[in-house]
């Protein structure tokens, strides 16, 4: 069967789809109340991206363009992508899913920065993603991990 990462519209049907992620313990990578906070029907412009198997959602994740404005990763400053709520179902892991949907991110060949989750940080490093050095002001306690497309390097403060 073939699977292709596609953009999820915002509508009625791909809310319910979101609840079976909840259901496996990861309600603080549920969607749902994004998606209810933006409801337009069909909305083609929305930030969630997924993968279908026949007609189920088994994977999805939230892909954000940040402003090079707020750029404090990157070397040259540029528009990077954010990375968020990557969640495959239980019974469709190991299957190459989330390996889909991060290289469907990288394929806009802007560098991407996203927070690595408690025993994810072996799946970044094979998907070609590094650990950024930790700031305190900048990163907040969370575990950033950055991919760098040719060209890009990491942007460390020299204090």
């Keep these: 069967m073939s699977v292709k990462v596609e953009r999820l519209l915002i509508n009625f ?11 496996y313990g990861m309600q603080e990578l549920s969607m749902k109340e994004d998606l209810e906070h933006d409801m337009i029907e069909n909305n083609s412009e929305s930030p969630f991206y997924g993968i279908y198997f026949g007609d189920s ?6 892909l954000y363009k940040v402003k090079s404005k707020y750029d404090y990763y990157f070397e040259p400053k540029q528009d990077y992508l954010e990375l968020w709520k990557l969640e495959v179902l239980e019974g469709y892991r190991r299957r190459g899913f ?7 991110a990288k394929s806009f060949n802007l560098p ?3 927070n690595a989750r408690v025993n994810s940080h072996d799946f970044w490093e094979r998907m070609g993603f590094q650990a950024a050095h930790y ?11 950055i991919w760098l497309p040719e060209g890009v390097s990491e942007q460390v403060d020299a204090k």
């Design 57 to 62: 959602l088994v994977a999805r994740m939230s």
């Design 112 to 114: 991407v920065k996203t």
């Design 135 to 145: 700031e305190v002001e900048r990163d907040f306690g969370e575990n950033p991990y």
């Design 13 to 23: 049907r791909t809310i319910e789809e979101f609840k079976k992620f909840k259901q």
């Design 98 to 104: 989330g390996e889909q949907l991060v290289e469907y």
